[in-house]
């Protein structure tokens, strides 16, 4: 039994032992700069010392007009040109299909598409090569010189050249920055744009590389597929002759050299209007290369293009030359290489004739198919645990046979896999929100479509924390996670039930943290996870997935409420956590969630006509929410009492996730779980204390670990995990005096107080803006939060597409899409056929995306002088609506309303309040191309 701590929300010496009581803190000062480039320190004091000692983090942050005014200003996007090209590697495969890059000069790179589960160099018994001790932040992969390992990417000689024929002379350019001297890109995820000009050369040349992503259609976003559709313009005043050329190493088997197992053959096919370079590998009789890394195929396709025009080789040698170019394609051509090194590479091309001022578009697909994720008798450990992960393949095992019939299966549904896909970016980036918000809220989806997500044959999904990081799709990590739920909500559903309710559930109730890894709950994922349910819910059409999952969601909350014995609606035992410790005590964090949980299974228990349950959570919730004010908040920020310092705490420090389940219920639309008025109070007391307009001179000045992670560079600002402004930190982490000396012997826990991970900056962001008024300082903050995350990850620096923390590609970054609902003030319920948006920035002309749980489209809205005008325009699947909210902008409240669907008027009811307008009729659906328009007056 732990000591009862006192019921006071002052921060006393007896629970936190931090030796300064709340009244005695000293006040911060706002003073002019000092060392590290901070402004001067202010004061507060520590533990046992008389003396004062520095709080690293100035209040006043000094951010520049010009940079605030950026926050908000819709800008216009600037393509990235130079040395801001060298590290940009962005994800163009599909869900789960492997990981492949798309450089900033439009190559190809990171060919890791043919295995998973890496294995990786080990350093004091820790696999980092891929994973933490600053990884690829502070050492990021130049695309030009480096794959990140042998062992995993593989080197594939693999491009694009353009020959030119002006009169008699032709001259061949490769498309990159060695061919082109004015390269630039722009990258609106899943879209990279690339285009190359040269004042030599009369043509122009763009590029749009992707692979197929409709939002709400998880399947046709999972396809082993790269469109490369290339654009040439005639700049010129004279006609000219273009032949555009793409190669193809036969990559198949990519680490096998040994003849005898078999050999590698590419074919020239022709089917169906399709023209495919297709690269295959052929096993010898019992040599088992049919269980080895790589056995499949992969293809280069030209779609749409005339027979007559095309070009191809089974067989050419780098750098194409004119041969290449010259002959007809010949299908059923062929060549074949033995497995003893040398490279077999084929070639497939367009020639066409342009006019001055004209234009043509070539269309390159690149496919393949690896269906195994490893072979026989690899390390243990890793993916190694998954039950039957023997007999499991990749996802797309049993929608093809080949490569080449990857290939053919898009190109029968070219028109409407592209078009859907530059539909959805079009609706994205059709936005009064500034370009860089847009840009960094939804390029973390990419991590869908690396090595840090898989989907099996079986339907399973399985993911690592990042990639080849932390195995089990860690619930305390993946509870960050908001952009999955909204964009593909099939797949959080298929992980709801297979795995936190199917394989990983207990008898008890308890979910397991990670499934064949961990079996045991982690508080905080348990909490997340009937919250994630109630989501998943509300993204449903109907009711029939908490039909379905309601008997094991009641029990894990059953489970959860266990954990409180005294009823108190606080957690005061063991609970384990996504910092890799089990804490003891209450805090704002941990109970906050189980408070966000418990008005979860309110809400769920309602639905599902059991009362009684409804009650007995909805009571719960109501105590905790009064005793976490009482006993947890000391006037700024809410705090943890640890019954001791035996085990890691924050005691008295400012932590910045003391509201997290606050902040989880704004963004499902649940009760609130904290008063208004301590919440903002708390999250004001984030921005005081915890954002670093240096964060990574912070971490340098105030940690003593030796080789601490660093996702915050000297210069760069971020939200800080814990500080303490009144002391204690030396409280924090017990017996740190005889383990701060070396990082690697003391992983995690009380050097993850120091850091930036911007999974957790996201969530806070995003609750400030949803706490917030529009345009109100709280909302500013936010954003300023999420705008220090995309400075730090501008591509002069790193890779902008690759948010790093325990690994590449971190999933808890996805937690950025948590901002953009913010922004927005989306709120929607399914099976209520409910939808609403309160928007936080520029309410009076504001437009946006959004999506449903079978359609999506654009919101905009308009308001000036007593009249709010509304459009919800629908652009894809159907949207089934019977009541819309709407966040009202100005005085005095609407007393009448007019709505219309596709210019028929509509009887609806008018209430407001809370600063809500709401509006109720008779269920209707929208279809695709229909608009629903409102008027409050």
């Given at each position: 039994?732990?000591?009862?701590?006192?019921?006071?929300?002052?921060?006393?010496?007896?629970?936190?032992?931090?030796?300064?009581?709340?009244?005695?803190?000293?006040?911060?000062?706002?003073?002019?700069?000092?060392?590290?480039?901070?402004?001067?320190?202010?004061?507060?004091?520590?533990?046992?010392?008389?003396?004062?000692?520095?709080?690293?983090?100035?209040?006043?942050?000094?951010?520049?007009p010009?940079?605030?005014?950026?926050?908000?200003?819709?800008?216009?996007?600037?393509?990235?040109?130079?040395?801001?090209?060298a590290?940009?590697?962005?994800?163009?495969?599909?869900?789960?299909?492997?990981?492949?890059?798309?450089?900033?000069?439009?190559r190809?790179?990171?060919?890791?598409?043919?295995?998973?589960?890496?294995?990786?160099?080990?350093?004091?018994?820790?696999?980092?090569?891929?994973?933490?001790?600053?990884g690829?932040?502070?050492?990021?992969?130049?695309?030009?010189?480096?794959?990140?390992?042998?062992?995993?990417?593989?080197?594939?000689?693999q491009?694009?050249?353009?020959?030119v024929?002006?009169?008699?002379?032709?001259?061949?350019?490769?498309?990159?920055?060695?061919?082109?001297?004015?390269?630039?890109?722009?990258g609106?995820?899943?879209?990279?744009?690339?285009?190359?000009?040269?004042?030599?050369?009369?043509?122009?040349?763009?590029?749009?590389?992707?692979?197929p992503?409709?939002?709400?259609?998880?399947?046709?976003?999972?396809?082993?597929?790269?469109?490369?559709?290339?654009?040439?313009?005639?700049t010129?005043?004279?006609?000219?002759?273009?032949?555009?050329?793409?190669?193809?190493?036969?990559?198949?088997?990519?680490?096998?050299?040994t003849?005898?197992?078999?050999?590698?053959?590419?074919?020239?096919?022709?089917?169906?209007?399709?023209?495919?370079?297709?690269?295959?590998?052929?096993?010898?009789?019992?040599?088992?290369?049919?269980?080895?890394?790589?056995f499949?195929?992969?293809?280069?396709?030209?779609?749409?293009?005339?027979?007559?025009?095309?070009?191809?080789?089974?067989?050419?040698?780098?750098?194409?030359?004119?041969?290449?170019?010259?002959?007809a394609?010949?299908?059923?051509?062929?060549?074949?290489?033995?497995?003893?090194?040398?490279?077999?590479?084929?070639?497939l091309?367009?020639?066409?004739?342009?006019?001055?001022?004209?234009?043509?578009?070539?269309?390159?697909?690149?496919?393949?198919?690896?269906?195994?994720?490893?072979?026989?008798?690899?390390?243990?450990?890793?993916?190694?645990?998954?039950?039957?992960?023997?007999?499991?393949?990749?996802?797309?095992?049993?929608?093809?046979?080949?490569?080449?019939?990857?290939?053919?299966?898009?190109?029968?549904?070219?028109?409407?896999?592209?078009?859907?896909?530059?539909?959805?970016?079009?609706?994205?980036?059709?936005?009064?929100?500034?370009?860089?918000?847009?840009?960094?809220?939804?390029?973390?989806?990419?991590?869908?479509?690396?090595?840090?997500?898989?989907?099996?044959?079986?339907?399973?999904?399985?993911?690592?924390?990042?990639?080849?990081?932390?195995?089990?799709t860690?619930?305390?990590?993946?509870?960050?996670?908001?952009?999955?739920?909204?964009?593909?909500?099939?797949?959080?559903?298929?992980?709801?039930?297979?795995?936190?309710?199917?394989?990983?559930?207990?008898?008890?109730?308890?979910?397991?943290?990670?499934?064949?890894?961990?079996?045991e709950?982690a508080?905080?994922?348990?909490?997340?996870?009937?919250?994630?349910?109630?989501?998943?819910?509300?993204?449903?059409?109907?009711?029939?997935?908490?039909r379905?999952?309601?008997?094991?969601?009641?029990?894990?909350?059953?489970?959860?409420?266990?954990?409180?014995?005294?009823?108190?609606?606080?957690?005061?035992?063991?609970?384990?956590?996504?910092?890799?410790?089990?804490?003891?005590?209450?805090?704002?964090?941990?109970?906050?969630?189980?408070?966000?949980a418990?008005r979860?299974?309110?809400?769920?228990?309602r639905?599902?006509?059991?009362?009684?349950?409804?009650?007995?959570?909805?009571?719960?919730?109501?105590?905790?929410?009064?005793?976490?004010?009482?006993?947890?908040?000391?006037?700024?920020?809410?705090?943890?009492?640890?019954?001791?310092?035996?085990?890691?705490?924050?005691?008295?420090?400012?932590?910045?996730?003391?509201?997290?389940?606050?902040?989880?219920?704004?963004?499902?639309?649940?009760?609130?779980?904290?008063?208004?008025?301590?919440?903002?109070?708390?999250?004001?007391?984030?921005?005081?204390?915890?954002?670093?307009?240096?964060?990574?001179?912070?971490?340098?000045?105030?940690?003593?670990?030796?080789?601490?992670?660093?996702?915050?560079?000297?210069?760069?600002?971020?939200?800080?995990?814990?500080?303490?402004?009144?002391?204690?930190?030396?409280?924090?982490?017990?017996?740190?005096?005889?383990?701060?000396?070396?990082?690697?012997?003391?992983?995690?826990?009380?050097?993850?107080?120091?850091?930036?991970?911007?999974?957790?900056?996201?969530?806070?962001?995003?609750?400030?803006?949803?706490?917030?008024?529009?345009?109100?300082?709280?909302?500013?903050?936010?954003?300023?939060?999420?705008?220090?995350?995309?400075?730090?990850?501008?591509?002069?620096?790193?890779?902008?597409?690759?948010?790093?923390?325990?690994?590449?590609?971190?999933?808890?970054?996805?937690?950025?899409?948590?901002?953009?609902l913010?922004?927005?003030?989306?709120?929607?319920?399914?099976?209520?056929?409910?939808?609403?948006?309160?928007?936080?920035?520029?309410?009076?002309?504001?437009?946006?995306?959004?999506?449903?749980?079978?359609?999506?489209?654009?919101?905009?809205?308009?308001?000036?002088?007593?009249?709010?005008?509304?459009?919800?325009?629908?652009?894809?699947?159907?949207?089934?609506?019977?009541?819309?909210?709407?966040?009202?902008?100005g005085?005095?409240?609407?007393?009448?309303?007019?709505?219309?669907?596709?210019?028929?008027?509509?009887?609806?009811?008018?209430?407001?309040?809370?600063?809500?307008?709401?509006?109720?009729?008779?269920?209707?659906?929208?279809?695709?191309?229909?608009?629903?328009?409102?008027?409050?007056?």
């Open positions: 039994m732990h000591p009862e701590p006192p019921p006071s929300n002052s921060c006393g010496q007896a629970p936190c032992g931090c030796g300064v009581n709340r009244r005695d803190a000293v006040k911060l000062m706002t003073l002019g700069a000092a060392a590290l480039g901070l402004p001067n320190f202010a004061w507060a004091r520590q533990s046992g010392q008389d003396r004062p000692v520095p709080f690293l983090i100035p209040a006043d942050k000094k951010l520049s010009a940079w605030l005014r950026s926050l908000v200003t819709r800008g216009t996007p600037d393509p990235w040109q130079g040395q801001d090209l590290f940009i590697g962005m994800p163009v495969g599909g869900i789960g299909c492997g990981q492949l890059y798309l450089a900033g000069d439009g190809l790179w990171l060919w890791d598409i043919f295995k998973s589960n890496y294995t990786r160099e080990s350093v004091a018994g820790m696999k980092l090569e891929l994973m933490t001790m600053n690829h932040y502070t050492k990021p992969v130049d695309s030009h010189t480096g794959i990140y390992s042998t062992r995993n990417g593989a080197a594939v000689a491009g694009f050249a353009i020959f024929k002006q009169q008699k002379a032709t001259e061949m350019r490769t498309l990159d920055s060695s061919g082109f001297s004015q390269v630039a890109f722009r609106e995820y899943p879209i990279g744009r690339v285009t190359y000009a040269d004042p030599r050369l009369p043509v122009r040349v763009a590029l749009e590389a992707f692979s992503f409709l939002p709400l259609n998880a399947k046709d976003s999972a396809l082993p597929a790269t469109v490369m559709a290339f654009t040439v313009t005639n010129g005043d004279a006609e000219v002759r273009i032949d555009l050329m793409g190669w193809l190493q036969n990559a198949t088997c990519p680490y096998e050299t003849p005898a197992r078999g050999q590698r053959r590419n074919t020239l096919l022709q089917q169906n209007g399709l023209a495919t370079l297709e690269c295959s590998v052929e096993a010898s009789p019992g040599q088992g290369l049919e269980t080895r890394h790589g499949g195929s992969m293809a280069l396709s030209l779609v749409g293009a005339d027979p007559a025009s095309v070009r191809g080789s089974a067989d050419v040698r780098l750098p194409l030359d004119d041969a290449a170019i010259s002959g394609f010949a299908t059923g051509a062929t060549a074949v290489r033995a497995l003893d090194g040398a490279k077999l590479i084929g070639s091309g367009q020639g066409f004739t342009l006019a001055p001022g004209a234009s043509q578009r070539v269309e390159f697909l690149l496919t393949w198919y690896f269906p195994r994720h490893q072979q026989p008798r690899d390390q243990q450990g890793g993916m190694n645990n998954i039950r039957d992960f023997a007999k499991l393949r990749r996802h797309y095992a049993p929608w093809f046979a080949s490569a080449a019939e990857a290939a053919q299966a898009v190109a029968a549904r070219f028109d409407h896999l592209v078009g859907t896909t530059r539909l959805w970016n079009r609706t994205w980036y059709d936005s009064t929100l500034p370009h860089w918000l847009l840009d960094r809220t939804f390029l973390t989806v990419d991590c869908l479509a690396t090595q840090t997500l898989h989907w099996f044959d079986s339907g399973r999904l399985w993911a690592w924390e990042g990639v080849e990081c932390c195995e089990g860690c619930t305390h990590v993946w509870n960050y996670a908001q952009a999955m739920a909204r964009l593909f909500p099939e797949l959080e559903r298929s992980l709801r039930e297979k795995v936190d309710y199917g394989l990983g559930f207990h008898d008890n109730g308890a979910i397991a943290n990670r499934v064949e890894f961990e079996m709950p508080t905080d994922g348990q909490a997340g996870t009937i919250v994630r349910t109630w989501r998943e819910h509300t993204m449903a059409a109907d009711g029939a997935f908490l379905r999952v309601w008997p094991q969601t009641k029990q894990a909350i059953r489970f959860l409420i266990d954990q409180d014995p005294k009823r108190q609606g606080l957690l005061e035992g063991a609970q384990g956590n996504t910092l890799d410790a089990t804490w003891l005590g209450p805090m704002g964090w941990i109970s906050s969630l189980y408070g966000a418990l979860a299974g309110e809400q769920m228990a639905e599902m006509g059991d009362a009684a349950f409804a009650k007995t959570c909805a009571d719960l919730a109501e105590r905790g929410s009064k005793a976490m004010v009482e006993r947890l908040f000391n006037g700024e920020y809410f705090i943890h009492l640890p019954p001791n310092h035996e085990h890691i705490n924050t005691n008295c420090g400012c932590h910045l996730d003391q509201v997290l389940g606050q902040s989880w219920a704004c963004q499902t639309g649940l009760p609130r779980v904290l008063p208004k008025r301590e919440t903002a109070a708390a999250l004001n007391s984030l921005w005081k204390y915890n954002f670093a307009p240096d964060a990574g001179g912070y971490a340098i000045a105030h940690t003593a670990i030796k080789g601490h992670r660093v996702y915050a560079a000297p210069g760069e600002a971020g939200l800080v995990m814990t500080t303490w402004p009144q002391g204690g930190d030396d409280l924090a982490v017990p017996g740190m005096a005889n383990k701060r000396e070396d990082f690697l012997t003391w992983l995690g826990p009380g050097g993850y107080f120091d850091e930036c991970m911007t999974g957790f900056e996201y969530q806070v962001a995003a609750h400030m803006i949803y706490e917030g008024a529009p345009d109100s300082e709280l909302v500013m903050q936010g954003l300023a939060i999420a705008r220090a995350i995309h400075d730090r990850y501008a591509p002069a620096k790193r890779n902008p597409f690759n948010e790093i923390e325990c690994g590449d590609h971190y999933s808890r970054a996805m937690a950025a899409y948590g901002v953009f913010a922004v927005c003030g989306y709120e929607y319920h399914g099976p209520q056929g409910r939808l609403g948006f309160a928007p936080r920035v520029s309410p009076g002309n504001f437009r946006a995306a959004f999506t449903t749980a079978e359609g999506w489209g654009t919101f905009s809205q308009q308001a000036q002088q007593g009249k709010q005008q509304a459009e919800i325009k629908l652009h894809f699947g159907k949207l089934r609506l019977q009541a819309l909210a709407l966040g009202l902008v005085n005095p409240a609407p007393t009448q309303c007019m709505l219309t669907l596709a210019g028929k008027p509509i009887a609806a009811t008018l209430t407001t309040a809370a600063g809500t307008a709401e509006l109720k009729f008779a269920a209707v659906v929208l279809a695709a191309g229909e608009m629903m328009r409102v008027e409050l007056t």
